[in-house]
Structure formats: structure tokens, C-alpha cells
């Protein structure tokens, strides 16, 4: 990946149902200026802009939320997972809903429609975090994440095990062709415990979904 900023070079848009609320959706992913970061921008209403920043996180079962001024989006894991996989440093995301297309359950098709259009470099160096020790968290129900120091980019172990399931581990070397090839076309599952965690909530759709 280089080392300067990138925005996407012109507006694509994708229209679906979100995974949990099953609501139609349209997002446009559009270029934004050097340092504006990834940002989601809700249209339905009055306009809110939520930075995709840790402060904004916002919990919610089996999917990521993020919140700002009174309004959250949910369910952004694979759109955040494209613009990262491809090194876009600054973006707005607009959504006429709270969460996105689900396409395929996976990142595959925002990395299309994003590639279809390029991508473009802002001539502006990008903040950079570089790990220096390896690290690693430990979540409930036999996931487990660890985090290398590599000279070339980003190294990672993930293995995840539990009922039902034999442990699996993948290690993976992030580079934009790796994240292509190996992590935007994994599409989501869902275990049978957690369907049962799910059934009955208020904000979650019809089980076909």
C-alpha cells in the first residue's frame, strides 16, 4: 500500500437489505478531501454525520454500531472492512438507512463497486500506526485475535473454536491483493446459540434474513 492518502475517485452506489433489520438501503460511497477521515452520513431526516472513530462505538449484539448526536448506524463491519482492505483514507459513506446492503454477507461487492470507479491518490501522507509489540485479545466463546510487529504491513492470527465447531486458525499478512483474495469475499455466519440470542429483539427482522 502507498503511502499517501487515498478517497475514492467518483461516486458508486449499492442498494439492498440490511442484514438484521432487513430494510431496503441505498449508500453511495463518495470522495471526500484529505483528512476527513471514513465518515457515515445518515440522509433520512435532517443530515447527521458520524466519524467512524472508537469514540462513537456503541454496543450492539453480534454486530458493530456507531452513534453520534442521537443517531447510529449498525452493521458497518464489511463496508469499513472495504474501504480499510483497499487503503481509503477518507470517505463519505451515505446511507439512506441505519444499516447497509447486505449484499452477499460479505465485503466482496463494496470492494467491486469501489474498484469500479479507482481510486485516488490525494498527494498527502497518511498518519501511519505502527505496531511495535505483539498483542493479542482474548473474546467470550473461543475467539481470539493476536497482532504482529511486521516491517512490510500488518501480520495477524485469528482462531476461533466452540460448540460444534473444531478450532480454526488463519494467519493472514494484510496487503490490498491478500485482502481481496482471502478476507473480502468471507461472508458471515452465524451459530446456532447466537440465532437463539437474536430471535425475539425488538429491532432484529424477519429470521429470513
Do not use: W
Not at 12 to 30: T, Y
Amino acid at each position: 500500500m502507498g503511502r499517501n492518502q487515498l478517497t475514492i475517485a467518483a461516486p458508486v452506489e449499492i442498494s439492498g437489505k440490511g442484514l438484521h433489520l432487513g430494510l431496503m438501503a441505498h449508500m453511495r460511497f463518495l470522495p471526500a478531501p484529505v483528512a476527513t477521515g471514513l465518515r457515515f452520513r445518515l440522509t433520512k431526516g435532517k443530515p447527521v454525520d458520524i466519524p467512524v472513530d472508537i469514540s462513537c462505538i456503541h454496543p450492539k449484539l453480534l454486530r458493530t454500531a456507531l452513534s453520534n448526536n442521537g443517531a447510529a448506524v449498525e452493521t458497518v463491519e464489511h463496508a469499513l472492512a472495504a474501504a480499510y482492505g483497499l487503503g481509503i483514507s477518507n470517505m463519505i459513506i451515505e446511507l439512506d438507512e441505519i444499516e447497509p446492503p447486505a449484499c452477499d454477507g460479505s465485503a466482496l461487492e463494496f470492494c467491486r463497486s469501489i474498484l469500479s470507479v479507482g481510486l485516488k491518490d490525494q498527494g498527502v501522507e497518511k498518519d501511519t500506526l505502527v505496531i511495535r509489540e505483539p498483542f493479542s485479545l482474548q473474546a467470550e466463546e473461543g475467539v481470539s485475535i493476536a497482532v504482529f510487529p511486521n516491517g512490510k504491513g500488518l501480520s495477524v492470527s485469528f482462531s476461533l473454536a466452540g460448540e460444534g465447531l473444531p478450532t480454526q486458525t488463519v494467519h493472514y499478512h494484510h496487503t490490498r491483493e491478500n485482502f481481496l483474495r482471502y478476507v473480502a469475499p468471507a461472508r458471515t455466519f452465524c451459530r446456532e446459540f447466537e440465532v437463539e440470542k437474536l430471535r425475539g429483539l425488538p429491532e432484529v427482522g424477519e429470521g429470513a434474513n
